[in-house]
């Protein structure tokens, strides 16, 4: 476990195993492959860790922590290991989880058997890259229940249009009025959306095996713009090497919001939480 992390939008990792397969573009990269491969480690073998499974355990200072960084929470391998790490979050309250996944397919059928709503101190979501994986995942993650829904768009591929899951706000009289598309899940009268969104370009090398891809400026901005017609709160982690390179960045990444243009130096959380 990582109490201290680079991630910008949490404050510690844990990795209850480790080991993952690839299965979309966004993987193509994937750094952890490209730190097994120093510790000449297979990076396909998923694999229980042997000191780091019980760590929040350990940790007294209620912590926003990112979970299976280094594989994937709802990755089948796991499925004899997975009801344990639940009832870790269970025990552990002042935690809050994030549990980022790129297997929403896997969701339903493995919660915990008095998951209900959702726990309260756990926030589902899903990576999208692109729109084929937007439209595919979103869809997935909005039928889930869960105190916090979120989506990860990245590493950003293209150009995604997120407005079949947004609500859009519009003018009716004096009133604000708001509609949500077809598309959208729910329950009963009540329409899902996403809680919050991160944004973030890829980050990489110039050379190896392991690079990076471009995203545009436009693309993040197009986001951003869609986040907060439907006032959703919105994340921009990085812009990426390649906008790093462009835009002659100090940080390699693009992670320094200082470095943003102004009008995406914007790092919000989910609605009532408090960082």
Same mark, same amino acid.
């Given at each position: ?78 499925? &004899?290991?997975?009801? +344990? ?34 726990? +309260? ?32 768009? &990245? ?87 390649y906008l790093s390179d462009k835009m002659n960045l100090k940080d390699s990444h693009g992670g320094d919001i200082s470095e943003f243009p102004e009008h995406l130096q914007i790092r919000e959380f989910p609605k009532g939480v408090v960082r």
């Amino acid at each position: 476990m990582s109490e201290q992390t680079k991630i910008q939008w949490t404050s510690a990792s844990w990795n209850p195993w480790h080991g993952c397969r690839k299965v979309s573009d966004g993987c193509k990269f994937c750094y952890m492959y490209r730190d097994k491969s120093r510790y000449g480690q297979d990076p396909t073998k998923v694999v229980r860790s042997k000191t780091t499974f019980n760590q929040p355990l350990k940790m007294t200072e209620p912590s926003l922590i990112f979970t299976c960084s280094w594989s994937d929470w709802f990755i089948e391998d796991a499925d &004899e290991w997975r009801g +344990e790490a639940w009832r870790i979050i269970k025990d552990t309250p002042h935690h809050t989880y994030q549990i980022l996944t790129k297997r929403p397919e896997n969701i339903l059928k493995r919660l915990p058997d008095d998951w209900n709503k959702g726990y +309260e101190n756990v926030w589902l979501g899903v990576s999208v890259e692109n729109q084929k994986t937007a439209d595919e995942r979103i869809p997935l993650i909005l039928n889930v229940p869960a105190r916090i829904r979120f989506l990860s768009c &990245e590493p950003l591929l293209e150009e995604i249009t997120l407005e079949d899951f947004l609500p859009y706000c519009f003018a009716h009289g004096i009133k604000r009025v708001w509609d949500f598309c077809l598309k959208s899940a729910h329950y009963g009268d009540e329409f899902v959306k996403p809680d919050w969104i991160i944004i973030g370009g890829e980050s990489g090398n110039h050379q190896g095996k392991f690079q990076f891809r471009p995203c545009e400026i436009e693309w993040i901005e197009n986001i951003v713009r869609q986040c907060k017609s439907a006032g959703v709160p919105v994340f921009v982690k990085q812009l990426g090497t390649y906008l790093s390179d462009k835009m002659n960045l100090k940080d390699s990444h693009g992670g320094d919001i200082s470095e943003f243009p102004e009008h995406l130096q914007i790092r919000e959380f989910p609605k009532g939480v408090v960082r």
